[in-house]
């Protein structure tokens, strides 16, 4: 099993250009889920689904999109990059089982820098 | 509102001391996850903790649960430098349109010898 794939692993771009950072997951899990993590931080919940079709905010929305059009792929579009976006961003995947003793799974990440 | 909070952030322990790790969450959750993290690197997962009471060891590490007083420990039993790491625990409340999995800021373990 691949797990869950990130890509790409790493990405410069300039201020006000646009990306989408790719993330698909081969386990069938209905749950997916985009962070952050800023230097030195702790992970902050940009996006989650819970469900193709279905997507919430997390703690930190603005600046981002996302769509959940499969069970397998989760989308995270960056419209107009600013400074402020240079982070590492994980995508995750969790199982929708809630007896089995199961742990979310998290991809390689992604470094993208903004100039 | 689900926030967690753990404490300390920076740890740092000679080899061969025992130490705790606190996570605290502000409302009801399903599960509590311990995570690890090395530089540079993804997250791995360590525990995952379902029910009042719940406790989990694998090698020096072991974790336990307490629902009614909304906190998770991690206990690290004579250090080793393969410990050194970022260490956070998440909660989460699944079920229905939840689904938010959220993340304390981490503990930075520092193992010396």
């Known amino acids: 099993n691949a797990g869950v794939t990130q890509t790409p692993k790493f990405r410069i771009l300039k201020i006000g250009q646009s990306m989408t950072l790719q993330c698909a997951q081969d386990?069938?899990?209905?749950?997916m889920y985009w962070y952050r993590q800023d230097p030195g931080m702790g992970l902050k919940l940009i996006y989650y689904?819970?469900?193709?079709?279905?997507?919430d905010k997390g703690e930190v929305p603005n600046g981002y999109n996302v769509s959940r059009s499969t069970t397998e792929d989760f989308p995270l579009r960056l419209e107009l990059a600013a400074p402020s976006q240079t982070s590492v961003y994980f995508c995750?995947?969790?199982?929708?089982?809630?007896?089995?003793?199961?742990?979310?799974?998290f991809g390689q990440g992604t470094r993208l820098t903004v100039v | 509102e689900l926030k967690v909070e753990q404490n300390p952030l920076f740890l740092s322990m000679q080899e061969g001391k025992n130490y705790t790790i606190y996570c605290n969450y502000s409302?009801?959750?399903?599960?509590l996850y311990w995570y690890r993290q090395d530089p540079g690197k993804s997250l791995e997962s360590l525990f995952v903790?379902?029910?009042?009471?719940a406790v989990k060891q694998e090698g020096r590490l072991m974790a336990s649960l307490d629902t009614k007083a909304r906190l998770s420990t991690l206990h690290i039993t004579a250090a080793v430098h393969d410990l050194s790491a970022t260490y956070f625990c998440?909660?989460?409340?699944?079920?229905?349109?939840?689904?938010?999995?959220?993340f304390g800021k981490g503990t930075k373990l520092s193992v010396k010898p």
């Open positions: 903790l379902l029910s009042n009471g």
């Open positions: 689904s819970v469900g193709a079709g279905i997507t």
């Open positions: 998440a909660a989460t409340n699944y079920g229905g349109s939840q689904g938010n999995l959220i």
């Open positions: 386990m069938n899990h209905n749950y």
């Open positions: 995750a995947s969790h199982p929708i089982d809630r007896i089995l003793n199961t742990e979310a799974f």
């Open positions: 409302t009801t959750s399903d599960r």
